[in-house]
C-alpha cells in the first residue's frame, strides 16, 4: 500500500532510525492547520506515515501561540505537529500548484480543514485532485455537512461546543451558566474521528484499488458523540422525557472536597456500595436505606446520594481516603493539576512524558503515543518541523533541479527555513 517507503528517519542528534510503524509507506499530503486537522495528522506520522505538511508563506496560525522560544514555533503547533516535514508554497501561484500537483502524484491520502468552497477556489476540489491520482483518498475535516443550510458557514471549537449542546450541559450540570469545555475537545474529537474514516478507506483502496472523497463534518460528529449519552428519553416517539443522563448532570458529580484537597472516586456498581459502607462502618446502610439498593434506585436518588456522598468526603483526609477507597476496592484517582500530572508516578513509570532535543528549540517534553503494541509500535518520527525546514528537500525528492529550487525560491514560489548550524549544506 502506498507509493513512497521511506526506511529511515534522521532525528536532531543524527541518529538514524527505521521507521516501523504500521503507515510506514504512506505518504499524507497535509493542508490543514490550527488544531483539528493537524491533531489528525500528527497521529499518522506517528504511525509511520510520511506527512508532508504544505503551508502558506505565512504558516500555520497556531505558530504564533506561545509560548515559545523561538518566533514561530509555539507549543500548541508543537503539541500537533511533530512527526511531519513542511514545505511551504505559494498556492496562489501557477508555479507553486504545479509543485503541489507533482506532490499529489506522489501520495495515498490528501487532507484538509478549510471550507470546500475555498478549497473549490483554490482548484483543488475532489473532482480537481482526483483527476490527478484517482487512488487518493481525499478527506475534509470542517464545520458542517454540504448538504444542509450551515454548509458555508465558518466554524470553531466555540460554535461547534454551542451548537452540539456542551454548553447547556455544562450549564444543567453546574449553576445555569452555559460554558465551554477548556480544552479544543471538538476539534480533537473531529480529528480522531477523521483517523479512523481514513483507514477504513485506506483498508477499501487496499482491496479495491479505489480512492475516494471523505467528509468529515464538526456538528454532526460532535452531536452523535454526546447525544449518545444523552439524547436519553428522547430517543423514543413520543419522547419519554427530556433528555439527559441523569447521573452525569447531577450537580455534585465532581471531585470530593476531603479535609486538605480533593479526590475523584466513583462508587458506582453494588459491590462499591455495599464495600463503601462498611469501609466507612455503616455496613447495614446499603441494606436498609433502598436509595442504594440498584442501579435504578440510585439514579433515581442521584441527586440527593452525591451531595450526600459529597458531605462524608470531607470528614478525612485525602490519604486516608485513598488508603480506605483502595482497600475497598473502590474506583479513585488523584485530582492532578497542571504541574502535578507530570510527576504522578503511573506516568512516571510507564515514560508517558519523554524528553526530545529540538534542534531550534532545545529540550522539550514530548508525549509518547498511549497506545502498546506488540510490533508496530508507533513513536514520534520527527521533530515538530521549522516553517519551510522540508522544503528544499521535498522539491528535490519531486525531481526538482537545484537550479529549479534557487529559482522557485528567488520566485517566492516555495519558501525554505534557514539552515542551522548542524545542518548540512542545502542545494
Known amino acids: 500500500m502506498g507509493s513512497n517507503a521511506y526506511q529511515h528517519e534522521f532525528w536532531p542528534n543524527g541518529e538514524e532510525r527505521e521507521v516501523t510503524g504500521p503507515l510506514h509507506g504512506i505518504r499524507i499530503i497535509d493542508l490543514t492547520a490550527v488544531i483539528m486537522g493537524p491533531y489528525a495528522t500528527q497521529v499518522f506520522g506517528d504511525m509511520g506515515a510520511d506527512v508532508i505538511k504544505v503551508e502558506s508563506p505565512v504558516g500555520d496560525t497556531t505558530r504564533e501561540i506561545g509560548p515559545n522560544r523561538t518566533h514561530g514555533m509555539g507549543v500548541v503547533f508543537i503539541n500537533a505537529n511533530r512527526s511531519k516535514r513542511s514545505i511551504v508554497i505559494d498556492l496562489k501561484s501557477a508555479a507553486g500548484k504545479e509543485v503541489l500537483s507533482r506532490l499529489i502524484r506522489t501520495g495515498d491520502v490528501f487532507m484538509y480543514n478549510m471550507r470546500p468552497q475555498a478549497m473549490e477556489r483554490l482548484g483543488l476540489?475532489?473532482?480537481?485532485?482526483?483527476?490527478?491520482?484517482?487512488?487518493?483518498?481525499?478527506?475534509?475535516?470542517?464545520?458542517?455537512?454540504?448538504?444542509?443550510?450551515?454548509?458555508?458557514?465558518?466554524?470553531?471549537?466555540?460554535?461547534?461546543?454551542?451548537?452540539?449542546?456542551?454548553?447547556?450541559?455544562?450549564?444543567?450540570?453546574?449553576?445555569g451558566t452555559p460554558r465551554y469545555v477548556p480544552a479544543a475537545i471538538a476539534d480533537r474529537i473531529t480529528g480522531l474521528t477523521a483517523v479512523n474514516a481514513v483507514l477504513a478507506a485506506l483498508v477499501h483502496r487496499e482491496r479495491t484499488g479505489e480512492g475516494q472523497k471523505i467528509d468529515v463534518p464538526m456538528f454532526e460528529t460532535m452531536t452523535r458523540f454526546f447525544l449518545n449519552d444523552h439524547l436519553g428519553g428522547l430517543s423514543y416517539e413520543p419522547p419519554l422525557d427530556k433528555g439527559g443522563y441523569p447521573r452525569q448532570l447531577a450537580r455534585d458529580r465532581r471531585p470530593y472536597k476531603t479535609k486538605d484537597g480533593y479526590i475523584c472516586a466513583l462508587i458506582y456498581i453494588n459491590k462499591h456500595w455495599e464495600n463503601f459502607f462498611k469501609a466507612i462502618g455503616q455496613e447495614e446502610r446499603f441494606r436498609t436505606d433502598e436509595r442504594f439498593h440498584s442501579v435504578a434506585s440510585r439514579l433515581k436518588n442521584v441527586q440527593s446520594i452525591y451531595a450526600e456522598i459529597s458531605d462524608m468526603f470531607q470528614t478525612r483526609t485525602t490519604a486516608e481516603w485513598m488508603k480506605l477507597l483502595e482497600e475497598a476496592d473502590i474506583p479513585f484517582s488523584p485530582m492532578h493539576d497542571l504541574e502535578s500530572i507530570v510527576d504522578d508516578p503511573h506516568l512516571v513509570a510507564t515514560d508517558f512524558f519523554q524528553p526530545e532535543d529540538h534542534p531550534s528549540e532545545g529540550r522539550l517534553k514530548r508525549m509518547r503515543e498511549p497506545s502498546e503494541w506488540s510490533k508496530t509500535q508507533p513513536e514520534a518520527t520527527r521533530h515538530a518541523p521549522r516553517l519551510g525546514e522540508h522544503s528544499r528537500e521535498i522539491l528535490a525528492e519531486l525531481g526538482y533541479s537545484a537550479d529549479e529550487i534557487r529559482r522557485l525560491s528567488a520566485e517566492k514560489v516555495i519558501a525554505a527555513a534557514p539552515d542551522l548550524p548542524h545542518d548540512p549544506p542545502s542545494v
Open 125 to 175: 476540489g475532489y473532482e480537481a485532485v482526483s483527476a490527478i491520482n484517482p487512488k487518493i483518498v481525499y478527506c475534509g475535516v470542517y464545520g458542517y455537512s454540504q448538504k444542509g443550510p450551515y454548509a458555508a458557514r465558518p466554524a470553531y471549537d466555540d460554535l461547534i461546543q454551542g451548537a452540539s449542546v456542551i454548553s447547556t450541559l455544562l450549564a444543567r450540570s453546574g449553576d
